[in-house]
C-alpha cells in the first residue's frame, strides 16, 4: 500500500512540474508578446500626437493609468503596490519610443496621418495592460522570474525605437512584482 501511495505521489508531483513548466513557457511567451504589441502602438500614439500638436507627456493620464493599474493588479492577484514600478517603466518606455518617432519624423515628416485615434489606441493599451497583468499573475503562480527567464524575455522585445535601457528597466521592474498576500 505504501507502494502505491509513493508512486501516485510522486507521479502527481512530476504532473504538477510539468504542467509548472508549461504554464510559465507560455506566460513568457504571451508576456513578450503583448508587450511588444503595447510598444508597436506607441507609433500611432506618437503620430495622432504630432498631428494635433499634443504633448507627449501627460501627467494626469498618467495617473489614471497607474490607478487602472492598481486595480487591474488586484483584480489578477497581483500586490498593486509593486506593480507601480512595472507601469512606470511601461509608461517611460512609451514615451521614449514617441520621443524618438518625433525625432525622426523632425528629420523625415511624415505622409499622410494614421486613421487611428488617440482613443482607439488607448483603448487596446488598456486591453493590453489588463492582459500583462494577467499574464503576470499566471506566470508568478509558478515562482519568480529567473535569470533565464529575462534574459529570454530581453531578446524578446524587439519593438521599434525601443531601446536596450528601456528593456532593461523593463526586466528590472518586473522582478518587482510579487502577488497579492
Known amino acids: 500500500m505504501i507502494h502505491y501511495v509513493a508512486v501516485f505521489l510522486s507521479s502527481l508531483f512530476?504532473?504538477?512540474?510539468?504542467?509548472?513548466?508549461?504554464?510559465?513557457?507560455?506566460?513568457?511567451?504571451?508576456?513578450?508578446?503583448?508587450?511588444?504589441?503595447?510598444?508597436?502602438?506607441?507609433r500611432d500614439v506618437a503620430e495622432f500626437k504630432a498631428v494635433h500638436h499634443l504633448p507627449?507627456?501627460?501627467?494626469?493620464?498618467?495617473?489614471?493609468?497607474?490607478?487602472?493599474a492598481r486595480n487591474e493588479a488586484a483584480e489578477a492577484g497581483l500586490d498593486p503596490q509593486t506593480?507601480?514600478?512595472?507601469?512606470?517603466?511601461l509608461m517611460n518606455a512609451s514615451k521614449a519610443i514617441q520621443y524618438r518617432y518625433l525625432a525622426d519624423w523632425l528629420a523625415t515628416p511624415q505622409q499622410g496621418a494614421s486613421a487611428q485615434t488617440l482613443a482607439s489606441s488607448r483603448e487596446q493599451i488598456q486591453q493590453l495592460d489588463?492582459?500583462?497583468?494577467?499574464?503576470?499573475?499566471?506566470?508568478?503562480?509558478?515562482?519568480?522570474?529567473?535569470?533565464?527567464?529575462?534574459?529570454?524575455?530581453?531578446?524578446?522585445?524587439?519593438?521599434?525605437?525601443?531601446?536596450?535601457?528601456?528593456?532593461?528597466?523593463?526586466?528590472?521592474?518586473?522582478?518587482?512584482?510579487?502577488?497579492?498576500?
Open 56 to 68: 507627449v507627456e501627460d501627467l494626469a493620464r498618467e495617473d489614471n493609468v497607474v490607478s487602472a
Open 83 to 89: 506593480v507601480e514600478p512595472f507601469v512606470h517603466a
Open 14 to 42: 512530476m504532473c504538477s512540474a510539468v504542467y509548472a513548466g508549461s504554464v510559465s513557457n507560455v506566460s513568457l511567451s504571451t508576456l513578450s508578446s503583448t508587450l511588444n504589441q503595447r510598444m508597436v502602438l506607441m
Open 130 to 181: 489588463q492582459q500583462l497583468m494577467t499574464t503576470l499573475s499566471q506566470y508568478l503562480l509558478t515562482g519568480s522570474f529567473s535569470r533565464d527567464d529575462l534574459t529570454w524575455l530581453g531578446s524578446q522585445l524587439n519593438a521599434p525605437n525601443l531601446s536596450k535601457a528601456d528593456i532593461d528597466n523593463l526586466l528590472h521592474a518586473l522582478t518587482q512584482i510579487r502577488r497579492a498576500v
